[in-house]
Every structure is written in structure tokens, then in C-alpha cells.
């Protein structure tokens, strides 16, 4: 659960901080008219300025706070066998997804993982832990790398932060509302806005901010499935399986930080109410439908051999 409540404070302490901000140079004020109603029109605009400002401020950010968080150290000019292997293979994937060639990256963790972010898809970041090189084979290791260009090349950063920027919309709109009942319902207050309004607004924000990123945590793990197809692609439905067969018998939790866990191939495990708020389906759920889409598609390939034959 910790895990899962510092990766939403990210986008929560960027709301309360522009919040508090506003605020202090009373940008807000304009939103209470004269002291009896809300002007839902300008707080609905207010909100989508903000909500999506803060996301899109994540995202512009996010290479540089995965490097500085993992210790990510950039590959310029490989220094070793590894290091070659490591960026012409990201290049020649990158290049059959269609995307510009990625920032290469190795982070020191003894886990068995990698990430990809950026705001562009043709200016990514492609990292991988030392742990992944030292205990992955070639073909694992190549299928995880597919992995990832297949989240940059499908544009799921930007759209995590599309979906997160309407997830902030709602929370400050509905926020601000429910702050603004309990002023005038409860408190009685008959003009401009009581420390009612300001306590139960940022209470509100945290709550809804919780529950409304289920929404988020759902796309999440519905673009892990997209991105094993992805990696099936180009790095062959066998290694992308194998992979994530060695993934799954990875023994211990993975260990990237709290605020890069939703962006690793491999995330933690949650059950019952918990499951809402995983960034990533089971390995099992992954391997078992990766192993239909290969199945389906070797059938469907037999079928359309057959038929040329005649």
C-alpha cells in the first residue's frame, strides 16, 4: 500500500501545491461570486487548467526524475560488449516500431527490470537494471527491451497523462463543490468561503484523488497487455513469453522506486480491494493471454497457408 500512495502523491502534491498557490494570490477568488454560489463554468475551466497542468508537468519531468531516482546512467558510447548489444538492439526495435531511437540506459539493481518514459515518443528513455543484464539471457532480455519500445511506440506516457490530467480535472472540480456545500450547508457561511471550505477541499482532494486513480491504475494495466503483444511482435511470442516466465519466478518484490513502480515490466502484487490500485495485471494473466495471442495467431497462419496451398 505504501507503494501505491507515494506513486499517487506525485500528481496530488502538484494539484495541493497550485492549490495552495492560487490561493495565496487570490486567483481563486474569482470562483466565488460575491459570496453566494460557485461559478461551476469558470471552476470547470480553473480545473481542467490545473488538473492537466499538473499531469503534463509530470510528464515533461519524468526523464529527468527517473534518472535522477534510479541513478540511471545514460549509454553515449558503449564501453563494452553489453553496452553495444544493449543499444543496437533498442535501435533496430525502435526503428521497426516506427519511433526514434530511444535514450539508452543501465541503472544499478539487482532486480530484474526496466522501464521507458518520456513526453516524446521519438525522444524516450529506455532503461534497464544491471540485474536484468547479469541474470536475463539474450533473447529474455531482448523481448523485455521490445517491451518497453512497444510502451513508447503505442504513446502510453502521453496517454497515462491524458487519463491522469482528466482524473485531476474531476478531483479539483468536485472538490471545490463539496467544499463549497459544506461552507454554506453546515457552516452556515453566507459570504466568501470559511476555513470549512479550505479543510474539506483539500480532505476532498486526497480522497477523490485516491479513489478517481483506480481509473488510472486500470489503463495502466490494460497497456501491459498491449506492450507484451508489442514485444511478441518484434522480439518473437517465445522470448516475449520466456521473459515474463522469468519475471514470474523472480523471487521478492521489484525494486524500482515507489514513483517509477507503474513505468518497470515488472510490478507488485495486490489481491482483493489492493488489485484496484495495481499498476500492472499478474505475470500469470499476462503470460496466459500472450500465450492465446501466439496460439491464435499461428492458427490463423495455418489457415491462410492452407488456403494459398489451394
Known amino acids: 500500500m505504501k507503494r501505491i500512495m507515494l ?3 506525485t500528481n496530488i502534491a502538484i494539484i495541493l501545491v497550485l492549490s495552495v498557490t ?3 494570490l487570490g486567483v481563486e477568488r474569482i470562483l466565488d461570486e460575491q459570496g453566494v454560489g460557485l461559478d461551476l463554468g469558470s471552476l470547470l475551466v480553473f480545473a481542467a487548467l490545473f488538473g492537466f497542468g499538473g499531469a503534463f508537468i509530470s510528464l515533461a519531468i519524468s526523464k529527468w526524475t527517473a534518472k535522477r531516482m534510479t541513478g540511471a546512467q545514460i549509454i553515449e558510447r558503449p564501453k563494452n560488449a553489453t ?3 544493449l543499444t543496437e538492439t533498442v535501435r533496430r526495435h525502435a526503428r521497426e516500431a516506427g519511433i526514434g531511437m530511444p535514450e539508452v540506459a543501465i541503472y544499478d539493481s539487482p532486480d530484474i527490470n526496466a522501464f521507458a518514459t518520456g513526453a516524446n515518443r521519438n525522444k524516450a528513455l529506455v532503461a ?3 540485474g536484468l543484464l547479469k541474470d536475463m539471457s539474450r533473447n529474455e532480455a531482448e523481448a523485455v527491451l521490445a517491451h518497453e519500445v512497444s510502451h513508447v511506440a503505442n504513446g502510453d506516457m502521453v496517454t497515462l497523462a491524458l487519463i491522469q490530467g482528466v482524473v485531476n480535472t474531476f478531483v479539483i472540480f468536485l472538490s471545490r463543490v463539496i467544499g463549497h456545500l ?3 450547508v453546515v457552516f452556515k457561511v453566507e459570504r466568501g468561503h470559511g476555513p470549512a471550505f479550505w479543510i474539506t477541499t483539500i480532505i476532498a482532494e486526497i480522497v477523490l484523488g485516491i479513489l478517481a486513480s483506480a481509473i488510472v491504475f486500470w489503463f495502466s494495466r490494460r497497456r501491459e497487455f498491449r506492450a507484451d503483444a508489442g514485444g511478441a511482435r518484434l522480439a518473437g511470442g517465445g522470448n516475449m513469453i520466456a521473459a515474463l516466465e522469468r519475471l514470474r519466478l523472480t523471487a521478492g518484490q521489484p525494486h524500482l522506486p515507489d514513483r ?3 513505468f518497470g515490466i515488472n510490478g507488485a502484487i495486490g489481491q482483493g480491494l489492493k488489485r484496484l490500485f ?3 495485471p499478474p505475470l ?4 496466459a493471454a500472450l500465450k492465446t495471442r501466439v496460439l491464435n495467431q499461428g492458427e490463423q497462419g495455418e489457415r491462410s497457408a492452407g488456403k494459398s496451398s489451394h
Open 7 to 9: 506513486f499517487l502523491a
Open 260 to 262: 517509477m513502480a507503474a
Open 22 to 24: 492560487l490561493r495565496i
Open 128 to 130: 534497464v537494471s544491471s
Open 284 to 287: 500469470e494473466e499476462r503470460i
Open 182 to 184: 459544506v461552507d454554506r
Open 278 to 280: 495495481m499498476t500492472h
Open 83 to 85: 553496452e553495444q548489444w
